[in-house]
């Protein structure tokens, strides 16, 4: 009888052993199951956390800030982060102050500089095409090319496309620059006064040829250089909008402007695609209501600009000379255009043919 129940005894106090092996194998199974939980847990409300701060980006341009372009930067700048309540921030840095012209446009390629601004023709250093859009006597009149470099137009719709797909730059809007005219050193009326004379041009292909097609010898200048060129007689003249004549003071360095109106010109503000794609859609969506308020301002601003800088340019002391003086605009025209149509004709002629189609 003893035995057995020893026997019990041995058997109840196995069972006893290995009920509490599973129990701490089961609560340790369930201790790490709770841990794991936590940590996931704690991954998405750092995620949560990242997502809800502030994308900041660049925008560098070479402009002065109180000039159109430098103004309209600044409003674009303010009005994203007040629509997106902070959550995208812009931060402008005018004047060049991240680089020149070339290395602003590779650095939007890059992502080293997210946004920029500039001429339809640097712009066209990433994607060819959209250098035709700086071409002379292309547009009827402002709002022709308001029209026409609207992003909504079908012309600017594949333009920005294709600039996306070949370049991983995309244009969010485009502003109206201003009306170039010519200034120089001396008094100028037909191309034939040009000849032998140095007249600074943007260093890409449409500007240069428009240079040459005034009768002038064209000289590559970046801007950042111009006014040391044009005190140093490196240049003796350049084309700008009445703009950039009055913002810069160029009135102190040349002493004859030229109303030629050879370009009404157009900016394009460009951001690096993988910015673009980082930023929520409904953010996006108020970045554009921003661009197109800002694009409104900067036509409203030079027209004004228009109407007004000749009456101080002129008291500035700069000699204005236009057709009433004896320009000769429609040569201008016609040599110009003669030197664009043979040597970029073939390249753009299909963008020539759709904005001459818009009405």
Request: charged share 25%; proline share 4%; hydrophobic share 35%.
């Given at each position: 009888?003893?035995?057995?129940?020893?026997?019990?005894?041995?058997?109840?106090?196995?069972f006893?052993?290995?009920?509490g092996?599973?129990e701490?194998?089961?609560?340790?199974?369930?201790?790490?199951?709770q841990t794991?939980?936590?940590?996931?847990?704690?991954?998405?409300?750092?995620?949560?956390?990242?997502?809800?701060?502030?994308i900041?980006?660049?925008?560098?341009?070479?402009?002065?800030?109180?000039?159109?372009?430098?103004?309209?930067?600044?409003?674009?700048?303010?009005?994203?982060?007040?629509?997106?309540?902070?959550?995208?921030?812009?931060q402008?840095?005018?004047?060049?102050?991240?680089?020149?012209?070339?290395?602003?446009?590779?650095?939007?390629?890059?992502?080293?500089?997210?946004?920029?601004?500039?001429t339809?023709?640097?712009?066209?250093?990433?994607?060819?095409?959209?250098?035709?859009?700086?071409?002379?006597y292309?547009f009827?009149?402002?709002?022709?090319m308001?029209r026409?470099?609207d992003?909504?137009?079908?012309?600017?719709?594949?333009?920005?496309?294709?600039?996306v797909?070949?370049?991983?730059?995309?244009?969010?809007?485009?502003?109206?620059?201003?009306?170039r005219h010519?200034?120089?050193?001396?008094?100028?009326?037909?191309p034939?006064?040009?000849?032998?004379v140095k007249?600074?041009?943007?260093?890409?292909?449409?500007y240069?040829t428009?240079?040459?097609?005034?009768?002038?010898?064209?000289?590559?200048?970046?801007w950042?250089?111009?006014?040391?060129?044009?005190?140093?007689?490196?240049?003796?003249?350049?084309?700008?909008?009445l703009d950039v004549?009055?913002?810069?003071s160029?009135y102190?360095?040349?002493?004859?402007?030229?109303?030629?109106?050879?370009?009404?010109?157009?900016s394009?503000?460009?951001?690096?695609?993988?910015?673009?794609?980082?930023?929520?859609?409904?953010d996006q969506?108020?970045?554009?209501?921003?661009?197109?308020?800002?694009?409104?301002?900067?036509?409203?601003w030079?027209?004004?600009?228009?109407?007004?800088?000749?009456?101080?340019?002129?008291?500035?002391?700069?000699?204005?000379i236009?057709?009433e003086e004896?320009?000769?605009v429609?040569a201008?025209?016609?040599?110009?255009?003669?030197?664009?149509?043979?040597?970029?004709?073939?390249?753009?002629?299909?963008?020539?043919?759709?904005?001459?189609?818009?009405?």
């Amino acid at each position: 009888m003893k035995k057995m129940i020893m026997f019990l005894m041995i058997v109840l106090a196995s069972f006893l052993v290995l009920a509490g092996c599973s129990e701490d194998s089961s609560g340790q199974d369930t201790s790490g199951d709770q841990t794991n939980g936590d940590e996931t847990s704690e991954q998405n409300e750092e995620e949560e956390q990242s997502t809800d701060e502030p994308i900041e980006i660049q925008y560098s341009h070479p402009n002065a800030p109180e000039s159109v372009a430098g103004r309209q930067a600044q409003q674009f700048a303010d009005l994203v982060s007040e629509k997106t309540d902070g959550r995208v921030t812009i931060q402008v840095f005018p004047s060049g102050q991240l680089g020149n012209l070339q290395e602003i446009t590779e650095g939007v390629k890059l992502g080293t500089i997210p946004i920029s601004h500039n001429t339809m023709a640097a712009n066209g250093s990433l994607f060819s095409d959209l250098a035709a859009l700086d071409t002379p006597y292309l547009f009827k009149d402002v709002d022709h090319m308001s029209r026409v470099m609207d992003m909504d137009s079908p012309l600017m719709e594949t333009l920005n496309e294709r600039f996306v797909e070949e370049s991983g730059v995309r244009l969010l809007y485009t502003f109206y620059f201003g009306t170039r005219h010519l200034t120089a050193d001396q008094p100028i009326k037909h191309p034939d006064d040009l000849s032998n004379v140095k007249i600074r041009s943007i260093p890409w292909d449409i500007y240069t040829t428009t240079v040459e097609g005034m009768g002038a010898e064209a000289t590559p200048v970046d801007w950042s250089e111009v006014p040391t060129a044009l005190q140093t007689g490196v240049v003796n003249g350049q084309e700008n909008p009445l703009d950039v004549v009055v913002s810069n003071s160029l009135y102190e360095l040349q002493d004859y402007l030229m109303l030629t109106g050879h370009i009404i010109a157009s900016s394009g503000v460009i951001i690096n695609e993988e910015t673009w794609q980082s930023i929520p859609t409904d953010d996006q969506e108020l970045i554009m209501e921003a661009a197109n308020e800002a694009r409104d301002s900067a036509i409203e601003w030079n027209k004004e600009i228009e109407s007004s800088a000749l009456t101080e340019i002129k008291e500035k002391g700069m000699e204005v000379i236009g057709e009433e003086e004896g320009l000769d605009v429609d040569a201008f025209e016609q040599q110009i255009t003669e030197l664009i149509q043979e040597r970029f004709s073939d390249e753009y002629g299909y963008i020539y043919d759709e904005v001459n189609s818009i009405e």
